[in-house]
Nanobody, 122 residues
Framework: QLVESGGKLVRTGESLRLSCAAS????????VGWFRQVPGEGRQGLSC??????DYSDFAKGRFTMSMNDARDTVFLDMRRLKPEDTAVYYC???????????????????WGKGTLVTVSS
């Protein structure tokens, strides 16, 4: 089970850290990614961690940073200089390592958390 947390209401320009815990498990043997979704749109890939290292979508580079704890059971997404257009539900997701082509693509992912809402006020 994947459990996201950390979403809340913030102001433009502020920073926020999201967490995703692999409850009762670790991320060993999985690629794990962060995605977001606004109403009426598909899930947008932000970042991914796999055996190849970290990968970011073009618009996430520079403002969003993904990391993992030493226990390899929690990943984080640090977001800086937040904008109103960053308002979305943020999800983490996993796919078995090697069982995908691009872990920034939502259709590649196999297991999803329920998401955490981030609202950025102007």
């Amino acid at each position: 089970q994947l459990v996201e947390s950390g979403g809340k209401l913030v102001r433009t320009g502020e920073s926020l850290r999201l967490s995703c815990a692999a409850s009762g498990d670790t991320f060993d043997d999985y690629a794990v990614g962060w995605f977001r979704q606004v109403p009426g749109e598909g899930r947008q890939g932000l970042s991914c961690l796999s055996t190849s290292g970290f990968d970011y979508s073009d618009f996430a580079k520079g403002r969003f940073t993904m990391s993992m704890n030493d226990a390899r059971d929690t990943v984080f997404l640090d977001m800086r200089r937040l904008k109103p257009e960053d308002t979305a539900v943020y999800y983490c997701a996993t796919v078995i390592e090697g069982d995908y082509n691009d872990c920034l693509q939502s259709y590649e992912m196999e297991r999803w958390g329920k998401g955490t809402l981030v609202t950025v006020s102007s």
